[in-house]
């Protein structure tokens, strides 16, 4: 895991099998599954793993309430079997949560479920549990904080949770585990023809250092999510664009906003749209998705009618109406939808995954979600091996636990989603130097997150390694000079480093305050 030793093998390497271009959900889903199917495999990552959607989600493996109300029942059984597996292969970060849709008729109480029951049958065998019709009273006792005017019952459903920037450092570290290299701040700056016609060449710039690198390989897969586009146009300036982008706004309140052990889910606001209230480290993440943007950057930010749209509809629910004040952390994260034909709202849009493969050899992997991340990495490979004629292999994904998997802690133990890596990070020096009370950070984890993690700057520890600045912009900005300080202590970092570093994270955790 030592960045400057997995440096020298790309200089020294020679050519590999295929290198993956992107260390989201996508990409690293990618590099898994050809790393594990033999080939010699890179991934590229032009800023951190997960920096962009795939920390921004809103932590729910699902299959898809609203895609079978549109009729995508092909997504939604694809996604509820793939959110059965990882519910078996990463333990430590991904649990069955019960959700609760309140109903304000007997209609639509009927209504909802009969749709769930078809829901829980699509998931087969690999189904999290049965729906169930609750009273009036059992849908009170299930959702305390609910609003009970009008309320006639509810429906019981249940959906996976998980937390999306953990499962992302973990992957990348079982492609290590498995042979392969993941590596972070390497933008790709261009891509080479050899004599064929084919892209063989990538050249690549250290963004720590700004040295260049060329690299030799087989194949290229790009994987970039959002940012899809840019690559393509690396290899033809004249295509048209492929993606566009709905942006998912997430606001946090304190637990006490919706106190149980149950999600709330509202299945059609005002604005026909989706809205979830979900408890997620000791908080509650409220929010919703779709919402169409131009512009595509690596740090969106929530836009402020999202804002007061996501606070007044939740206000309509919870008995407890939350204020611009309350709110103690706001992330915006821009989904990738692929381009359709013709002109659609996005929430309209298919999250089925597309693929298209250039004359030049380049294959592209479009759309997608979190919870289908390890289908979308099998079919992406199977692809590339039939563009390049390679001898087809088998995937061997659907059974493998990810880096850390085990029975789950206690969740309790602030260190739980470190699962079997918990043990070692307890046994660091610092184990016992809390550096947050609120949030159970403490020193050690800075350690685990540098020498093991791939963590090179303070937001790489508070954003992604712990998922402080997504739950408390606040108490994140108290924390982040000590943590540059022990960062800095660790890898020889001078005084300098150390307070560019608490600049930068200060500007960033700026945009995840309301002003």
Same mark, same amino acid.
């Given at each position: 895991?030592? @960045?400057?030793?997995?440096?020298?093998?790309?200089?020294?390497?020679?050519?590999?099998?295929?290198?993956?271009?992107?260390?989201?959900?996508?990409?690293?889903?990618?590099?898994?599954?050809?790393?594990?199917?033999?080939?010699?495999?890179?991934?590229?990552?032009?800023?951190?793993?997960?920096? $962009?959607?795939?920390?921004?989600?809103?932590?729910?493996?699902?299959?898809?309430?609203?895609?079978?109300?549109?009729?995508?029942?092909?997504?939604?059984?694809?996604?509820?079997?793939?959110?059965?597996?990882?519910?078996?292969?990463? @333990?430590?970060?991904?649990?069955?949560?019960?959700?609760?849709?309140?109903?304000?008729?007997?209609?639509?109480?009927?209504?909802?479920?009969?749709?769930?029951?078809?829901?829980?049958?699509?998931?087969?065998?690999?189904?999290?549990?049965?729906?169930?019709?609750?009273?009036?009273?059992? %849908?009170?006792?299930?959702? #305390?904080?609910? &609003?009970?005017?009008?309320?006639?019952?509810?429906?019981?459903?249940?959906?996976?949770?998980?937390?999306?920037?953990?499962?992302?450092?973990?992957?990348?570290?079982?492609?290590?585990?498995?042979?392969?290299?993941?590596?972070?701040?390497?933008?790709?700056?261009?891509?080479?023809?050899?004599?064929?016609?084919?892209?063989?060449?990538?050249?690549?710039?250290?963004?720590?250092?700004?040295?260049?690198? =060329?690299?030799?390989?087989?194949?290229?897969?790009?994987?970039?999510?959002?940012?899809?586009?840019?690559?393509?146009?690396?290899?033809?300036?004249?295509?048209?664009?492929?993606?566009?982008?709905?942006?998912?706004?997430?606001? =946090?309140?304190?637990?006490?906003?919706?106190?149980?052990?149950?999600?709330?889910?509202?299945?059609?606001? *005002?604005?026909?749209?989706?809205?979830?209230?979900? #408890?997620?480290?000791?908080?509650?993440?409220?929010?919703?998705?779709?919402?169409?943007?131009?512009?595509?950057?690596?740090?969106?930010?929530?836009?402020?009618?999202?804002?007061?749209?996501?606070?007044?509809?939740?206000?309509?629910?919870?008995?407890?109406?939350? %204020?611009?004040?309350?709110?103690? $952390?706001?992330?915006?994260?821009?989904?990738?939808?692929?381009?359709?034909?013709? $002109?659609?709202? %996005?929430?309209?849009?298919?999250?089925?995954?597309?693929?298209?493969?250039?004359?030049?050899?380049?294959?592209?992997?479009?759309?997608?979600?979190?919870?289908?991340?390890?289908?979308?990495?099998?079919?992406?490979?199977?692809?590339?091996?039939?563009?390049?004629?390679?001898?087809?292999?088998?995937?061997?994904?659907?059974?493998?636990?990810?880096?850390?998997?085990?029975? &789950?802690?206690?969740?309790?133990?602030?260190?739980?989603?470190?699962?079997?890596?918990?043990?070692?990070?307890?046994?660091?020096?610092?184990?016992?130097?809390?550096?947050?009370? *609120?949030?159970?950070?403490?020193?050690?984890?800075?350690?685990?997150?540098?020498?093991?993690?791939?963590?090179?700057?303070?937001?790489?520890?508070?954003?992604?390694?712990? @998922?402080?600045?997504?739950?408390?912009?606040?108490?994140?900005?108290?924390?982040?000079?000590?943590?540059?300080?022990?960062?800095?202590?660790?890898?020889?970092?001078?005084?300098?480093?150390?307070?560019?570093?608490?600049?930068?994270?200060?500007?960033?955790?700026? %945009?995840?305050?309301?002003?």
């Amino acid at each position: 895991m030592n @960045r400057t030793e997995q440096l020298k093998k790309i200089g020294n390497n020679g050519e590999w099998d295929v290198v993956v271009i992107g260390g989201g959900a996508t990409g690293l889903g990618a590099a898994l599954e050809a790393t594990t199917r033999g080939y010699k495999t890179l991934l590229l990552e032009q800023s951190d793993f997960a920096k $962009s959607t795939s920390s921004k989600a809103t932590k729910l493996l699902h299959g898809g309430v609203r895609y079978l109300a549109q009729g995508d029942v092909a997504l939604v059984r694809e996604a509820s079997i793939e959110r059965g597996l990882l519910l078996k292969n990463a @333990r430590h970060l991904a649990k069955n949560l019960s959700f609760v849709i309140p109903a304000y008729s007997w209609w639509e109480g009927i209504f909802y479920t009969v749709g769930l029951k078809v829901y829980d049958w699509m998931a087969g065998r690999l189904s999290l549990g049965s729906s169930v019709h609750l009273s009036r009273k059992k %849908t009170i006792e299930k959702l #305390p904080g609910l &609003k009970e005017d009008h309320l006639s019952a509810g429906i019981l459903y249940h959906d996976g949770q998980f937390d999306d920037a953990r499962l992302a450092v973990n992957l990348m570290q079982t492609i290590y585990d498995k042979g392969g290299i993941a590596l972070n701040y390497m933008k790709v700056t261009g891509l080479k023809k050899n004599g064929g016609g084919q892209l063989g060449l990538i050249t690549v710039e250290d963004v720590e250092t700004g040295r260049s690198y =060329v690299i030799h390989t087989k194949g290229i897969i790009n994987a970039t999510g959002v940012f899809v586009d840019d690559i393509l146009e690396m290899d033809d300036p004249t295509i048209k664009r492929k993606i566009v982008a709905s942006q998912g706004v997430h606001l =946090v309140l304190d637990r006490s906003f919706l106190p149980g052990e149950n999600a709330l889910m509202i299945p059609k606001t *005002s604005d026909g749209r989706v809205l979830f209230a979900v #408890p997620w480290h000791n908080k509650i993440v409220v929010g919703t998705t779709d919402n169409p943007v131009n512009e595509i950057s690596l740090d969106p930010v929530a836009m402020e009618k999202e804002i007061k749209f996501i606070l007044e509809t939740a206000g309509q629910y919870l008995e407890k109406t939350p %204020t611009r004040a309350d709110v103690k $952390s706001v992330w915006a994260g821009l989904r990738p939808l692929a381009k359709p034909e013709k $002109s659609e709202k %996005t929430k309209e849009i298919s999250r089925n995954h597309k693929i298209m493969v250039s004359a030049t050899g380049l294959v592209t992997i479009l759309g997608g979600k979190w919870t289908t991340y390890r289908k979308m990495g099998e079919d992406v490979v199977d692809r590339l091996e039939k563009v390049k004629q390679w001898k087809p292999t088998q995937s061997v994904t659907r059974n493998l636990p990810v880096h850390g998997s085990a029975e &789950k802690l206690d969740e309790n133990d602030p260190l739980y989603y470190y699962g079997s890596d918990a043990a070692e990070v307890k046994n660091l020096p610092g184990a016992k130097e809390v550096l947050s009370n *609120s949030l159970g950070i403490v020193k050690a984890q800075v350690l685990w997150a540098v020498r093991t993690e791939m963590a090179h700057t303070v937001e790489d520890v508070l954003a992604r390694r712990t @998922r402080a600045l997504f739950l408390d912009a606040e108490e994140a900005l108290r924390v982040a000079p000590r943590v540059a300080a022990i960062m800095a202590e660790e890898t020889g970092k001078d005084k300098q480093w150390e307070e560019q570093q608490v600049r930068s994270f200060h500007e960033l955790a700026r %945009t995840y305050q309301l002003q």
